[in-house]
């Protein structure tokens, strides 16, 4: 079955990038979606179709998806990012969700 | 703007049957390429899809709880309805419903509205 790998945390100094990954076999032949879930909250979408931003995320979130590996890129990152990030792909019949990426601004 | 909502019981015993509802507003399951799904998050883990259902009512299941599951839509109440059964402990989680983003490919799934989610605890 399709699986999809993130690690388990991230850690990223504040102004700086943070770098998410997600893989797969062959991910780069679907579209990966991203979303951040704040604790408590539920998950809001970030970017969907590999790269795309929905209305009212900001610029600073961007994705890119190639070969085995979707990434999430977070630019100037803030302490208001600090959450969980899920990586999600559609294998044809099913849903495919990551194991999740805590992201820590330290 | 879309909104959804999940309700159920907070807490079942194991062995039960657990029914969840997810009501929902700002579009109709009625509609072409309309679709919801359930998704659940164990206590400080990942999101788990469970299943989905689409506007002509194909359903699509996670393979692995695919015996358990059952997933209907009353479109005339715009709800949809998860339903699984033999509850065990390890079912403890968080239950959203999510609105499938409508999309001219087949191969774009995602969900761009989620429920606020309902806790759901199998103990006796």
């Known amino acids: 079955s399709f699986e999809l790998t993130q690690p388990p945390s991230v850690s990223v100094s504040p102004g700086q990038t943070a770098t998410i990954t997600c893989s797969g076999d062959?991910?780069?032949?679907?579209?990966a979606t991203w979303y951040q879930q704040k604790p408590g909250q539920s998950p809001v979408l970030v970017i969907y179709q590999d790269w795309k931003r929905p209305s009212g995320i900001s610029e600073r979130f961007s994705g890119s998806n190639s070969g085995n590996t979707a990434t999430l890129t977070i630019s100037g990152t803030q302490s208001m990012d600090e959450a969980d990030f899920h990586c999600q792909a559609w294998d044809g019949t099913s849903v495919v969700f990551g194991g999740g990426t805590k992201l820590t601004v330290l | 703007q879309i909104t959804l909502k999940e309700s159920g019981p907070t807490l079942v015993k194991p062995t039960q049957t657990l029914t969840l509802t997810c009501t929902f507003s700002?579009?109709?399951?009625?509609?072409?390429?309309?679709?919801v799904g359930w998704i659940r998050q164990s206590p400080g883990k990942a999101l788990e899809w469970l299943a989905l259902i689409y506007w002509d009512d194909d359903q699509r299941y996670n393979p692995s709880l695919r015996s358990r599951l059952a997933i209907t839509k009353d479109s005339s109440k715009d709800q949809v309805v998860l339903t699984m059964t033999n509850l065990a402990p390890v079912d403890t989680a968080t239950y959203f419903c999510a609105h499938r983003a409508r999309e001219p490919s087949a191969r774009l799934y995602y969900f761009d509205y989620w429920g606020q989610g309902t806790l759901v605890t199998v103990s006796s």
């Open positions: 700002g579009f109709s399951l009625g509609t072409r390429a309309e679709a």
């Open positions: 062959r991910l780069g032949d679907k579209f």
